[in-house]
């Protein structure tokens, strides 16, 4: 099992910053690509980032210019650094990743999700 354990949300006003932080943990062989998503109250779950383990990276046009994912292959975390927030931000953001898990018969690529994390920007 791997577990993904955010940190870094909190309120903040509009035009500020906020750097989310993922951490993964447990029975990693490797990991592919870590994302970030957010959903908002009433609103289904969107992409916001993700990066590959060769640091591609891809944005939504919602986002593009204002945030920065970025990751740290050696401490298995992936981060977010939003700038120029707005309050259409607003959302739990959730890290995702694809890790190679060991398992009792050797390694299998799943799906994880973390808990997620609240953001709040007011205007």
């Known amino acids: 099992q791997v577990q993904l354990v955010e940190s870094g949300g909190g309120l903040v006003q509009a035009g500020g910053s906020l750097r989310l932080s993922c951490a993964a943990s447990g029975s990693i062989v490797s990991i592919n690509a870590m994302g970030w998503y957010r959903q908002a109250p009433g609103k289904q779950r969107e992409l916001v980032a993700t990066?590959?383990?060769?640091?591609?990276?891809s944005y939504a046009d919602s986002v593009k210019g204002r945030f920065t994912i970025s990751r740290d292959n050696a401490k298995n975390t992936v981060y977010l650094q939003m700038n120029s927030l707005k309050p259409e931000d607003t959302a739990v953001y959730y890290c995702?990743?694809?890790?190679?898990?060991?398992?009792?018969?050797?390694?299998?690529?799943?799906?994880?999700w973390g808990q997620g994390t609240q953001v709040t920007v007011s205007s």
């Open positions: 990066i590959t383990s060769g640091g591609s990276t």
């Open positions: 995702n990743a694809d890790a190679l898990t060991l398992v009792a018969w050797g390694a299998h690529e799943y799906n994880y």
